[in-house]
């Protein structure tokens, strides 16, 4: 049978745009909403980042709650509430059920969020799977309030309901909200493991989560010391991509593109646009930035490159801490032996300032317990939020697979006690996707990742090392006391001297001989790093 024709004006009666939000409620799976297990820990991990960052960015130590109740075995109720700043009435709708809306997108500052879009596809998250609107309460120490808040999905705009100002002395934000499916379980994926290594990644906060089942557990806070706060910076010329650069230049107040260059990014000076004119000189700088093409843009990506700049600033960076680290992970983990550091500031694509902080933690309570006993297991943490999806594809795995194990004494990875915690902060982190939970593997950074956690491994090594000898040592000299008494008695048979005395000097030979008794101050202490030496692979 023949197909019948269609013209372009028959088919493109069906030609319609669809907002943000409606393309998210299809692709709900770009944001991390796959899977029960997942979707309800993408929930509390985008309330708890926004909470964290609020608290940072205000400079009050994060008091925050988590409570998950289940309703039915697929649909929960999760409340996320903090002490931070609280957020104004009048931005509340946008702040939590708009998508792409914020105060951090637009900044070139390290904090958790970097797109607007977290608490909105929780909201769209609760529309599409139960229909019901999320519930706010909000406290600025002027005055709090409460309300209802839904999403239009076809405008991406909140709907608001039932507000109402409180007397409440409140300050602070609380959200609560029913998805559905969902699923609460206690695995490596699942809301509790997300506290913990929030906890373990953020030792200046305060975390407590309240289980399905009612159980509470809290990880107190364990450093009385703030992260330093992150400095806003500009993006360096050797980060930026011609597409970037064309959006900053049709959005600058500047009058023309040299101010433009030197205004919107770091280490361009009036001598650098010099140079720049040299070289491009079929661009005019002297033109509006609005009206910089896109063969332009790429042609000034172009000579960045090709011209000699100061490294970028490195202040914009937030990390943990070493000593921060170290405290956290003897609190959580428990383990035998411990050894952290802090790298340097490293860049990658030429522009973009990176640091990693590795911990190594071995025995105690290191490692991952199983039913066939305990596994290796990695940590991984980008700008201090766990990523707990899409291991497989992240560069922190890729760097831990790439270690030759067996040159540290840990013999197979996967089957010791051993914990390896990676952080890696910056600006710009390179995901992998929107969910944000793996790192891309751009080999600047694996290379880096890799030199942080052999620096920790070579001390681990060493207390491997040590604790073999001393077991070596142990059963030598265990087994050369079995023959003492027996010794003895020959011996005192033959010289005719007392038994009792010989045998007596001969333990004593014994003993200093395997130097009993004599352990290594540091033997049994937990070991400590935070150097920056090199290393090699
Ligand atoms: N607990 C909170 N306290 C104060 N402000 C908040 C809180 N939660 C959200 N906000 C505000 O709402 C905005 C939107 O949050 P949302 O999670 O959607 O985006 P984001 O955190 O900026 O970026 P991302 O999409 O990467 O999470 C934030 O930028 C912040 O201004
Ligand atoms: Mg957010």
Not at 192 to 219: C, M, Q, W
Request: net charge neutral; aromatic share 8%; glycine share 8%.
């Amino acid at each position: 049978m023949a197909i019948e024709e269609k013209n372009a004006d028959e088919i493109f009666k069906e030609f319609k745009e669809q907002s943000i939000t409606q393309f998210f409620r299809k692709n709900s799976q770009m944001l991390g909403y796959s899977g029960k297990v997942r979707s309800l820990t993408t929930v509390v991990h985008e309330y708890v980042a926004n909470s964290l960052d609020a608290c940072e960015e205000a400079g009050i130590f994060p008091e925050i709650s988590v409570e998950v109740k289940e309703v039915n075995e697929s649909r929960h109720l999760v409340t996320v509430t903090d002490n931070g700043p609280g957020i104004p009435q009048k931005h509340i709708g946008k702040a939590l059920a708009s998508i792409l809306s914020g105060t951090k997108f637009h900044r070139y500052l390290q904090q958790r969020g970097q797109q607007g879009i977290g608490a909105g596809g929780c909201t769209l998250f609760a529309a599409i799977t139960t229909g019901k609107p999320i519930h706010a309460r909000s406290g600025t120490g002027k005055g709090s309030f409460e309300c209802d808040i839904a999403i239009d999905i076809k405008t991406n705009k909140p709907l608001i309901t039932n507000m109402k100002t409180t007397l409440e002395d409140f300050r602070g934000t609380s959200v609560s909200g029913e998805f559905g499916d969902t699923k609460y379980e206690r695995s490596d994926h699942g809301v509790f493991e997300y506290v913990k290594r929030t906890a373990l990644s953020n030792p200046h906060a305060t975390i407590k989560l309240i289980e399905p089942d009612g159980k509470e557990t809290v990880f107190p806070r364990s450093v009385n010391e703030m992260p330093k706060r992150p400095k806003q910076t500009k993006p360096h010329p050797l980060g930026i991509n011609a597409r970037d650069l064309l959006d900053f230049a049709h959005v600058t107040d500047k009058g023309n593109i040299s101010s433009f260059l030197m205004e919107s990014f770091s280490r361009v000076s009036a001598a650098k646009i010099d140079e720049l004119r040299g070289i491009a000189k079929d661009i005019n700088f002297d033109k509006k930035p609005r009206e910089l093409t896109w063969p332009e843009a790429e042609k000034l990506v172009e000579v960045f490159k090709s011209v000699k700049w100061i490294a970028p600033e490195t202040d914009s960076l937030s990390v943990i801490g070493a000593a921060q680290m170290e405290t956290a992970m003897l609190n959580i983990i428990n383990p035998q032996f411990i050894s952290v550091t802090e790298r340097k500031p490293k860049i990658f694509k030429g522009g973009i300032p990176f640091v990693v902080e590795a911990g190594i933690a071995y025995g105690g309570d290191a490692g991952k317990k199983t039913e066939e006993g305990t596994k290796g297991t990695i940590m991984r943490f980008a700008n201090k939020v766990p990523l707990l999806f899409d291991g497989s594809v992240c560069a922190i795995t890729e760097a831990v697979n790439q270690i030759q194990w067996k040159r540290y004494g840990i013999r197979d990875f996967g089957d010791e006690p051993i914990s390896v915690f990676v952080n890696i902060s910056s600006v710009y982190i390179p995901y992998n996707g929107i969910g944000k939970q793996a790192v891309s593997q751009e080999p600047e950074i694996i290379e880096e990742l890799k030199l942080g956690i052999m620096e920790c491994a070579r001390k681990l090594q060493i207390h491997i090392n040590k604790q073999r000898n001393m077991h070596v040592r142990e059963s030598r000299y265990k087994t050369i006391m079995r023959y003492v008494g027996q010794l003895a008695a020959d011996l005192s048979d033959i010289t005719g001297e007392n038994k009792g005395q010989i045998e007596s000097s001969l333990k004593h030979i014994v003993e200093s001989k395997y130097d009993m008794g004599k352990e290594d101050a540091d033997e049994e202490a937990v070991e400590s790093a935070s150097s920056d030496s090199s290393a090699e692979e």
